[in-house]
């Protein structure tokens, strides 16, 4: 049975766009083991290797390893994204909103 780990990775992995095998050569590891992080209740990875998962799933390794993050509420995508844009500057954050407030008026 997998995890709540498991799953997060998963559907960040799937959410990319990447095959198991694909995401193995970018984090240097092999195909079945992140197969077994995905579906087996395994301790999860090293330190070095989650920064690599969080880096080739373009995430941060808190969204990896966040048993909090309600998987029910917003697909883990959108969760990297707000995390993402609270990051960032008044300005920036107005540029976002102007660009999603004229993506909502041409509907």
Do not use: C, H
């Not at 330190?47 to 309600?70: F, H, M, N, Q, Y």
């Amino acid at each position: 049975m997998g995890s709540p780990f498991g799953d997060r990775l998963r559907d960040l992995r799937k959410g990319k766009g990447l095959s198991l095998e694909r995401l193995a050569e970018l984090t240097g590891s092999s195909k079945s083991y992140l197969w077994e992080l995905e579906n087996r209740d395994v301790p999860r990875p090293s330190g070095e290797k989650l920064a690599a998962l969080a880096r080739s799933l373009d995430t941060t390794v808190g969204i990896l390893v966040d048993e909090k993050t309600d998987p029910e509420a917003a697909p883990v995508q959108d969760q990297v994204f707000f995390r993402k844009f609270r990051e960032l500057d008044k300005d920036s954050k107005e540029k976002i909103r102007q660009i999603v407030d004229s993506w909502s008026k041409s509907t």
